[in-house]
């Protein structure tokens, strides 16, 4: 019987191995912003929250990249 654990378990991480995935990126590759801003665009409960609180951050950015702009010569 502990033969065929000899072959059994060699023969199982080979399989194990050539079956999972390789070479590939796996993550996603919608940024934040994109995935808020389509979850804002849906139709689901509390979705405009969710594009208000996009346009906030918008005008915040904005206000600090003008205040930045004023502050350097």
Do not use: F, W
Not at 51 to 73: C, G, I, W, Y
Request: glycine share 8%.
């Amino acid at each position: 019987m502990s033969r065929r654990y000899l072959i059994a378990v060699p023969l199982l991480a080979l399989l194990a191995a050539c079956t999972s995935e390789s070479g590939g990126n796996r993550r996603d590759t919608m940024t934040q912003r994109q995935k808020d801003s389509v979850l804002g665009q849906s139709g689901l409960p509390g979705a405009q929250g969710v594009t208000k609180a996009l346009r906030a951050s918008d005008s915040v950015k904005a206000h600090e990249a003008r205040v930045d702009s004023a502050s350097n010569p």
